[in-house]
């Protein structure tokens, strides 16, 4: 894929680099919900994971190369042949793919890593891209920690692997550690030093350890780069990665500036977020720029008269362009399946005639508990219908009896999809703790409960209370989240979604352990 020369590619990693942060692993459903929402969004390229990570994560991509039309479809891979082959298969499916081949070069690396000399990391490069390029002809090379990579050796890795027929060279600031003046050099540096630098396309991808992710990719673009890798919400390893959300709307608001375009409909940004936001329980700050709660909000005096008299005295960015709802118009129980079928549409969502009538019966069950209906309501209710069906495990009944001071007794009654319906009791200090235990002992699965979190998800003394849950089983994290206006069955129902997480992951792991002999395999979060 070629971009012309106004035109910046937008490739999403939220899949696979967002997905490598913790907590925030998803399951092969919501994995695919999200690519869709990046297809709706008009991103060009989707990495869709990590295809040798697991026998899940191959899965993963192959489902969204099958399902997901739109974008080119990406796989990461080491340069290694197994590693190549395994993405190349998963990928097959998609009408057009790319294969991303990584290597690291810088000298902290080298050394302490991979523990291999210059020449060896150079031979490894070219014959990742060469194998590479027997499956596919669009190959894009990343030299991992490139910001910290001495830059002679850097310029010799990418016109080795340009000769070895990579047509995107991705350059990562692997840890977050440039600043802009000096990443914009570095560009510089390379599209002199490097002979057929010309002929490929110039990716950029940024960690935002100091902060400076955006600012760093839009440096890079500003240098010739026509390609920026970012995630939704800006998650990803550590700090995060460039968040698509910020760079796309810098480049589209100052428009003037950079004198560049990218594909994407601005006007799914909003959506997207939250969905992402929802699936993986990486809530928005609320002074996130471009999709934060206040984003839009205007609280002094001085401001509000300005924006009375003129919208442009305080607004860069209309909230429309982002595909922020306009109103907060509040529904209630008199409101018809016609007026919340326009409401869901307004905030983004595409629903079927049958998934509208789940999640307008659910409105009508909140609606008779809650008095007025606000957009996040009906967000969380469209969201965890999206999510709630998976199981296995689901809840049928819970009943809490609590006395302060005296602790508490949960009764619970869960069924699973293999048809086991199982009832246990357990008492607590308070009634999350009896509920937690009564579900521990149904279902079997222990967890350590890391973080625990409330809150309401709108206004009012009936507002619904959202609970997230952050636990660890096996060395791995994990979280569930539900919303409900009774706070004790969204703290159990955020429980179950937990160990939903962990039999679906453990049923991976057990299908793969045949293929996983046969590759050498590569923990979760191993970048
Ligand atoms: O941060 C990084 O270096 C990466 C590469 C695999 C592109 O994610
Ligand atoms: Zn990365």
């Known amino acids: 894929m070629t971009p012309t020369a106004d035109r910046v590619l937008i490739f999403d990693t939220t899949l696979r680099d967002g997905e ?13 919900r999200v690519a869709r ?7 060009d390229i989707i990495e869709a994971g990590f295809p040798a990570a697991s026998r899940g994560d191959w899965e993963a991509v192959n489902a969204v190369a099958r399902e997901v039309s739109g974008p080119v479809i990406c796989g990461l891979a080491r340069c290694s042949r197994e590693d190549i082959e395994l993405a190349a298969r998963a990928l097959t499916d998609a009408p057009r793919h790319r294969l991303h081949v990584f290597l690291a070069t810088s000298a902290i690396h080298r050394q302490h890593k991979l523990h291999m000399a210059q020449e060896e990391i150079l031979r490894l490069a070219v014959e990742g891209v060469s194998i590479a390029r ?5 190959v894009e090379f990343s030299p991992e920690d490139a910001s910290r990579t001495e830059l002679d050796f850097l310029a010799q890795v990418v016109e080795a692997v340009v000769a070895a027929g990579a047509t995107t060279i991705n350059i990562p600031d692997t840890v977050g550690y440039t600043v802009p003046d000096e990443f914009g050099e570095l560009f510089r540096y390379l599209r002199q030093h490097v002979r057929g630098i010309d002929k490929v396309t110039l990716s950029v991808h940024c960690h935002d350890d100091l902060g400076m992710a955006v600012a760093n990719s839009l440096t890079a673009v500003v240098a010739g780069v026509r390609q920026i890798e970012c995630t939704i919400n800006g998650i990803g390893e550590r700090a995060g990665n460039c968040s698509l959300e910020e760079v796309v709307m810098a ?3 100052r428009a003037a500036f950079f004198n560049l375009k990218t594909n994407v409909n601005t006007s799914r940004l909003y959506p997207t977020s939250r969905l992402v936001s929802s699936i993986t329980g990486m809530p928005i700050p609320r002074n996130k720029a471009v999709i934060g709660e206040n984003a839009f909000a205007h609280e002094a005096g001085i401001h509000q008269h300005g924006m009375l008299q003129h919208r442009s005295t305080y607004e860069i960015m209309r ?3 982002v595909g922020l709802p306009r109103s907060n118009l509040v529904l209630g129980k008199h409101s018809g399946r016609h007026a919340f079928r326009e409401r869901v549409k307004e905030l983004g969502f595409e629903l079927d005639d049958l998934e509208l009538n789940r999640v307008f019966e659910e409105f009508k069950a909140l609606a008779d508990r809650k008095k007025e209906l606000f957009d996040g309501d009906i967000e969380a209710i469209v969201l965890r219908a999206g999510s709630a069906a998976h199981g296995p495990w689901n809840l049928e009944h819970l009943d809490v009896e609590a006395h302060s001071g005296a602790g508490a007794k949960a009764t619970v ?3 699973h999809t293999d048809g086991r319906v199982i009832e246990r009791q357990a008492a607590g200090d308070g009634p999350v703790d009896a509920a937690y235990k009564a579900i521990v002992l149904a279902t079997g699965v222990a967890v350590t409960v890391r973080k625990f979190e409330v809150h309401a998800v ?10 997230i849950l952050y636990v660890d089983n096996n060395g791995r994290s994990y979280r569930g989240s539900s919303v409900s206006t009774n706070i004790i069955e969204a703290a159990g129902r955020a429980l179950l979604e937990v160990i939903n997480r962990i039999e679906l992951s453990q049923k991976s792991v057990r299908q793969g352990a045949g293929q996983r002999e046969k590759t050498t395999p590569l923990a979760h979060n191993v970048i």
């Open 20 to 32: 490598q942060a913790p907590g925030c692993s998803m399951t092969q459903p919501e994995k695919l």
């Open 37 to 43: 929402a990046l297809a709706e969004l008009d991103v």
């Open 134 to 138: 027997e499956y596919c002809d669009d």
């Open 251 to 253: 480049l589209a608001t």
């Open 319 to 321: 909230p429309e362009d």
């Open 413 to 415: 009654r869960l069924k």
């Open 458 to 467: 709108t206004i009012g003394e009936d507002a619904q209370g959202e609970a």
